[in-house]
């Protein structure tokens, strides 16, 4: 064989095998083992934490089809802590994360996808609502009626102070579009813009850190596209190419500043980027 053309090989394989501005990326899917998340109460069967980790190994298959490695936080019916998930995120030194649910409610009514970064104050109360739901399924699982306690939100207070100087966080909002924008020409249902909460498993995660909500499980119509394959699979590229539109956007801005070790992505949008109007959410 000749030398010269194996190094070219070589060359092209590095120029063309990793995804711009990504080398390693978590994807959590949300809930599992005993935390069942909400049920699928429109396709009649199944659970959130059944549909999230389908949809979580899909974005895989996709950033890894683009040279990106990817850890998935479970790849089984496990059960893992909210914190334990941001630490893998954190030790495998992760350049994004990204947390996967599907949104319910008690009535059926609203529906489309939304995308969350960490935040003290959450955009309304329905987000609100939602990061307490999420947050303290992990301890109680099934329970909706749960609420945070003020503990929990000095917690938040404290962490979000020591968050708000980093770029990362600030990242999130970019990621957080970057994902809708992605999302919407996939998904039938409305885009209901990037919001903010409190989500505690973003909390202590050193990398822009997200938390997608695809879709309302218990909507009559948006239920059985979140669980059905097509809609995984939709879901799933639209997260993956988000992830890929972010990490375009972090290698342009290190161009454009070559000294800085962890350049910053352009300026974050809007926290609501929303193009369609919100229906209000059942409390
Ligand atoms: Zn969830």
């Given at each position: 064989m000749h030398p010269h053309l194996l190094l070219g090989a070589a060359a092209l394989t590095l120029l063309t095998g990793a995804a711009p501005g990504l080398d390693v990326v978590v994807i959590d899917p949300g809930h599992g083992g005993t935390n069942?998340?909400?049920?699928a109460r429109a396709a009649g069967t199944g659970w959130e934490k059944e549909h999230t980790l389908r949809i979580a190994r899909r974005v895989a298959e996709h950033l890894r089809a683009e040279g990106v490695t990817v850890y998935l936080?479970?790849?089984?019916d496990v059960d893992m802590t909210l914190a334990n998930r941001v630490r893998y995120a954190n030790a495998h030194k992760a350049d994004v994360f990204v947390s996967v649910h599907l949104n319910s409610t008690e009535k059926p009514g609203p529906v489309g996808h939304e995308t969350f970064f960490l935040a003290l104050?959450?955009?309304?109360e329905a987000a609100r609502r939602l990061a307490a739901y999420e947050n303290e399924a992990v301890e109680a699982?099934?329970?909706?009626a749960s609420a945070p306690s003020g503990a929990a939100e000095t917690d938040v207070a404290d962490i979000l102070r020591d968050l708000g100087q980093t770029q990362a966080h600030e990242d999130a909002q970019a990621l957080a579009a970057a994902i809708q924008r992605r999302m919407t020409p996939q998904?039938?249902?409305?885009?209901r813009g990037v919001l903010q909460a409190p989500f505690n498993v973003l909390m202590g995660a050193s990398m822009p850190a997200v938390v997608v909500e695809?879709?309302?499980?218990?909507?009559?119509k948006e239920g059985l596209f979140v669980t059905s394959e097509d809609g995984h699979a939709r879901i799933a590229r639209g997260i993956a190419d988000g992830i890929l539109d972010f990490g375009r956007l972090v290698a342009e801005a290190r161009k454009a500043r070559p000294t800085s070790a962890r350049a910053p992505a352009p300026p974050a949008p809007p926290t609501t980027t929303a193009t369609e109007p919100v229906a209000p959410r059942t409390p």
């Amino acid at each position: 064989m000749h030398p010269h053309l194996l190094l070219g090989a070589a060359a092209l394989t590095l120029l063309t095998g990793a995804a711009p501005g990504l080398d390693v990326v978590v994807i959590d899917p949300g809930h599992g083992g005993t935390n069942m998340g909400a049920p699928a109460r429109a396709a009649g069967t199944g659970w959130e934490k059944e549909h999230t980790l389908r949809i979580a190994r899909r974005v895989a298959e996709h950033l890894r089809a683009e040279g990106v490695t990817v850890y998935l936080t479970r790849w089984a019916d496990v059960d893992m802590t909210l914190a334990n998930r941001v630490r893998y995120a954190n030790a495998h030194k992760a350049d994004v994360f990204v947390s996967v649910h599907l949104n319910s409610t008690e009535k059926p009514g609203p529906v489309g996808h939304e995308t969350f970064f960490l935040a003290l104050e959450s955009s309304d109360e329905a987000a609100r609502r939602l990061a307490a739901y999420e947050n303290e399924a992990v301890e109680a699982p099934g329970d909706l009626a749960s609420a945070p306690s003020g503990a929990a939100e000095t917690d938040v207070a404290d962490i979000l102070r020591d968050l708000g100087q980093t770029q990362a966080h600030e990242d999130a909002q970019a990621l957080a579009a970057a994902i809708q924008r992605r999302m919407t020409p996939q998904s039938p249902f409305p885009n209901r813009g990037v919001l903010q909460a409190p989500f505690n498993v973003l909390m202590g995660a050193s990398m822009p850190a997200v938390v997608v909500e695809a879709g309302f499980l218990n909507h009559p119509k948006e239920g059985l596209f979140v669980t059905s394959e097509d809609g995984h699979a939709r879901i799933a590229r639209g997260i993956a190419d988000g992830i890929l539109d972010f990490g375009r956007l972090v290698a342009e801005a290190r161009k454009a500043r070559p000294t800085s070790a962890r350049a910053p992505a352009p300026p974050a949008p809007p926290t609501t980027t929303a193009t369609e109007p919100v229906a209000p959410r059942t409390p």
